[in-house]
């Protein structure tokens, strides 16, 4: 079992940075294929970026089109956190962002039924 906990949210004007953390439990973490999404209001949950276990000590990573070259997606297993840094933020960036973590297959990162864990999300506001 993982439990997982977002932290760094809230309200940012255009073209600012926020950092989210996610604090993970579970000593065999650094196994763990990692992802990050978002549910704009009034809009499905959807991908932002995941960080793939390549099976020894590196990952592969996956961000939807709408970030990639604003936003990295990182970890640090001696601590089990997992890390969203947001550069030139948008205001279509406004949603509650969602830590997430499986141990299966990582065949669809994208694939929110990839990841059987879940945290409880942080609001991220972008002001216009």
């Known amino acids: 079992q993982v439990q997982l906990v977002e932290s760094g949210g809230g309200l940012v004007q255009a073209g600012g940075s926020l950092r989210l953390s996610c604090a993970a439990s579970?000593?065999?973490?650094?196994?763990?294929?990692v992802g990050w999404f978002r549910q704009p209001p009034g809009k499905e949950r959807e991908f932002v970026a995941a960080?793939?276990?390549?099976?020894?000590?590196?990952?592969?990573?996956d961000y939807a089109d709408s970030v990639k070259g604003r936003f990295t997606i990182s970890r640090d297993n001696a601590k089990n956190m997992v890390y969203l840094q947001m550069n030139s933020l948008k205001p279509e960036d406004t949603a509650v962002y969602y830590c997430?973590?499986?141990?299966?297959?990582?065949?669809?990162?994208?694939?929110?039924?990839?990841?059987?864990?879940w945290g409880q999300g942080t609001q991220v506001t972008v002001s216009s």
């Open positions: 997430a973590a499986g141990s299966g297959s990582a065949a669809n990162p994208s694939r929110p039924d990839t990841y059987a864990f």
């Open positions: 579970g000593r065999t973490f650094r196994t763990y294929n």
């Open positions: 960080l793939r276990w390549r099976g020894d000590i590196t990952y592969y990573a």
